[in-house]
């Protein structure tokens, strides 16, 4: 029978704190058939005499055959596995929102009328969709604001309006999610939708900036393009759809 592999782990496990990629590392040691020295370190006397001795600035760190491999994603690119970069941009919380949102919006659909083929399903997929958004950027409006004038047009003349944005559009998305207050939601969504689509039309094709989009918040690294055009147009949409629904045009 082979001997089975064995890893050294030295991790800070102490009593108000337990390093989670510590964790990760043990688990992912594990995953990959290693027998692990779980070494703890306790105390931060004890954690900083490690970092001094091996000459490292972070821990977790890991040894195999008496190879210092490093930290979590040291460990992953050793056993090559994909480590994510902090600098790329990516459609991914994009694509997470609108997938989250229409599985919210045809589940809806199909208790409510026993099928997802109605047009509320369309309606709930678009508001959703909008108070998800509006939900990331609410959680630092300040480092919204500061992504969002960077290319929208208004927000760039006017700086309260960025500010403003995520709140209008979570109000317009709850009132039309219950078609509630049509007079108001359907005004605010003609409005910051077709202002979002000609600034990121001409920030995108006409100008052929290559910014980042402050559309899901402003930690994201979600590239302006066809995807913050298509949610604005998705917004003017809705809102002409509800405008033709309610006869007010």
Same mark, same amino acid.
């Given at each position: &029978?082979?001997?089975?592999?064995?890893?050294?782990?030295?991790? /800070?496990?102490?009593?108000?704190?337990?390093?989670?990629?510590?964790? =990760? @590392?043990?688990?992912?040691?594990?995953? *990959?058939?290693?027998?692990?020295?779980?070494?703890?370190?306790?105390?931060?006397? *004890?954690?900083?005499?490690?970092?001094?001795?091996?000459?490292?600035?972070?821990?977790?760190?890991?040894?195999?055959?008496?190879?210092?491999?490093?930290?979590?994603?040291?460990?992953?690119?050793?056993?090559?596995? =994909?480590?994510?970069? %902090?600098?790329?941009? $990516?459609?991914?919380?994009?694509?997470?929102?609108?997938?989250?949102?229409?599985?919210?919006?045809?589940?809806? #659909?199909?208790? @409510?009328?026993?099928?997802?083929?109605?047009?509320?399903?369309?309606?709930?997929?678009?508001?959703?969709? &909008?108070? /998800?958004?509006?939900?990331?950027?609410?959680?630092?409006? *300040?480092?919204? +604001? @500061?992504?969002?004038?960077?290319?929208?047009?208004?927000?760039?003349?006017?700086?309260?309006?960025?500010?403003?944005?995520?709140?209008?559009?979570?109000? #317009?998305?709850?009132?039309?999610?219950?078609?509630?207050?049509?007079?108001? $939601?359907?005004?605010?969504?003609?409005?910051?939708?077709?202002?979002?689509?000609? +600034?990121?039309?001409?920030?995108?094709?006409?100008?052929?900036?290559?910014? =980042?989009?402050?559309?899901?918040? !402003?930690?994201? %690294?979600?590239?302006?393009?066809?995807? $913050?055009? @298509?949610? %604005?147009?998705?917004? &003017?949409?809705?809102?002409?759809? /509800?405008?033709?629904?309610? !006869?007010?045009?």
């Amino acid at each position: &029978m082979a001997e089975r592999k064995t890893a050294r782990l030295h991790r /800070m496990v102490m009593d108000k704190h337990v390093c989670p990629y510590g964790i =990760k @590392s043990k688990w992912l040691l594990e995953s *990959e058939g290693y027998a692990v020295e779980d070494h703890h370190l306790t105390t931060r006397e *004890e954690t900083d005499a490690f970092k001094a001795k091996h000459d490292v600035k972070t821990t977790p760190q890991t040894f195999i055959g008496g190879e210092r491999i490093g930290g979590y994603e040291a460990l992953r690119r050793y056993f090559d596995r =994909k480590v994510k970069d %902090n600098d790329k941009t $990516s459609y991914q919380p994009v694509i997470a929102v609108f997938a989250v949102a229409l599985a919210l919006a045809v589940s809806l #659909a199909t208790w @409510s009328f026993g099928t997802p083929l109605v047009a509320r399903t369309a309606e709930w997929f678009v508001a959703f969709s &909008m108070a /998800m958004l509006a939900m990331l950027k609410l959680q630092d409006v *300040e480092q919204f +604001s @500061s992504m969002f004038v960077g290319y929208d047009l208004l927000g760039r003349r006017w700086v309260p309006y960025a500010y403003a944005y995520p709140f209008l559009e979570a109000a #317009a998305a709850v009132l039309m999610a219950g078609h509630l207050l049509p007079w108001l $939601s359907i005004p605010i969504a003609l409005i910051i939708g077709t202002i979002g689509a000609v +600034s990121v039309f001409y920030a995108v094709y006409v100008q052929k900036r290559e910014i =980042k989009c402050a559309c899901v918040g !402003g930690g994201s %690294n979600v590239p302006l393009g066809f995807v $913050s055009l @298509s949610e %604005n147009l998705a917004m &003017m949409g809705m809102g002409l759809w /509800m405008l033709a629904r309610y !006869g007010l045009a």
